[in-house]
């Protein structure tokens, strides 16, 4: 999952964003009379039905469909009046993040609508742009269609501070618990999606960073069909402020929180220092294993770990070991957690040093070697799931930053990794 350059994206269906414009339809214009626009032959007066975004747009371009449920439209030099009802009006219009106006050190994303623009020109920022317009009866020519696409849109341009919808709010302040999470600048995106609806997607950096460069782009596995909602987090943040604050107590052994840092060139939290490891215990001996080296990144569906490190074997007998587990994430839908799987057969090598009159007792070292290697990345495995489900609790108290218009929360239904974090679930 890839969050191509931003901390976190969330993503929410159009469906959801349409159920919320119906209900909220009392903030848009529903009421349309052009007769005060002289420049253009038509006057038209009716009711929109309802707002709705259409499959078409890409990025920053929303195509916006409004119904007109009752209405009629009298050129001039023509004699008839035609009826309107059950025809609708497509324009392209983009959206913008406000200062939010119900709080402060918020933004609100909105309608931004300054301008009119021309009929097939590419949608700018600001401009309502005219798409098509939809009659299913044929009732008025091409032309009249496109007369009638350039009244209306006039008509919602000068009339657009009457909407007062708006998409979702995000709050600048930082909430008591993740607040590493808190957006510092944000932008948004229209996906489309195989076979389903579209999405909107609120893409935020947490540092005061430069976002003109950043790509509007989702990830597909945040737009997999079946639930509201996704919420994902790129790997850096998901190291650096989940994994590496776990890591001391997964560890022990008087480890701090010095002992680890994040490699932005590799993506690896990695050891600065060695680190002790917990007894292993074989027969009546007990060996201390100690870590030289240690890194730990995200994989495809887990963590994926190097431990390089020695241990002494007693009577003159020493080894160095490397082990390179992977560990699986499994997300636990009545906890609300995500565990982490032992690796029940590790990659790993070892370099055993045996003086000469050891040799005669070449096995024991390899079965205490493979005991160790099992007991160093299950026990580490075992200590991350307990361990990382302290700071792990997005999956039980779902980011609050930014709140969807008619929805209270998220309630996860399912989340992994896949290189960055994701959860998906529904919007209640």
């Not at 596995?221 to 997964?250: C, N, T, W």
Request: aromatic content about 10%; glycine content about 8%; some cysteine.
């Amino acid at each position: 999952m890839n969050t191509f350059g931003w901390d976190t994206v969330y993503v929410v269906t159009i469906d959801k964003i349409n159920a919320s414009l119906l209900s909220n339809k009392e903030k848009l214009i529903l009421q349309f009379d052009t007769q005060k626009n002289t420049e253009l032959p038509v006057r038209a007066m009716g009711r929109f039905s309802h707002w709705e975004i259409v499959q078409g747009g890409s990025g920053a371009i929303l195509y916006l469909k409004l119904g007109i449920s009752d209405g009629k439209a009298a050129f001039t030099n023509t004699h008839p009046e035609y009826d309107l009802a059950g025809t609708s009006l497509v324009v392209a219009v983009q959206l913008a993040m406000l200062p939010g106006q119900a709080q402060a050190a918020s933004e609100e994303l909105k309608f931004d609508i300054r301008s009119v623009g021309q009929i097939g020109d590419p949608p700018q920022p600001g401009n309502i742009t005219p798409v098509v317009f939809h009659d299913p009866n044929g009732k008025l020519d091409s032309a009249q269609h496109a007369i009638l696409m350039v009244a209306l849109s006039n008509y919602i341009m000068e009339n657009a501070r009457q909407i007062s919808y708006v998409f979702a709010t995000i709050n600048l302040v930082p909430p008591s618990t993740n607040n590493w999470l808190t957006p510092f600048r944000s932008a948004y995106a229209y996906m489309s999606r195989h076979n389903a609806s579209g999405a909107l997607a609120i893409l935020s950096v947490t540092t005061d960073r430069n976002i003109n460069e950043l790509p509007l782009q989702v990830d597909g596995q945040l737009l997999s069909p079946g639930y509201d909602a996704s919420f994902g987090i790129s790997r850096e943040l998901f190291l650096k402020h989940v994994m590496m604050p776990a890591l001391p107590a997964v560890f022990g052994n008087g480890a701090t929180s010095a002992y680890f840092v994040y490699n932005a060139a590799t993506g690896h939290l990695q050891s600065t220092r060695d680190i002790p490891m917990n007894g292993v215990k074989s027969g009546a001996i007990t060996y201390y294993p100690v870590l030289s080296s240690f890194r730990l990144t995200t994989t495809g569906d887990g963590l994926f770990s190097n431990y390089e490190g020695s241990c002494d074997l007693k009577a003159g007998i020493n080894m160095r070991f490397w082990i390179d587990p992977k560990n699986q994430a499994i997300y636990d839908s009545n906890r609300k957690t995500l565990d982490f799987l032992p690796d029940p057969n590790p990659s790993y090598r070892k370099d055993v040093h045996i003086p000469w009159y050891w040799w005669f007792l070449g096995l024991l070292p390899r079965a205490i070697t493979e005991i160790i290697v099992q007991t160093v990345s299950s026990s580490i495995a075992q200590s991350m799931t307990a361990d990382v489900s302290q700071y792990l609790t997005l999956t039980r108290k779902p980011p609050t930053s930014v709140q969807w218009t008619g929805t209270e929360r998220l309630d996860i239904q399912t989340a992994s990794l896949n290189m960055g974090f994701y959860m998906q679930g529904n919007l209640l």
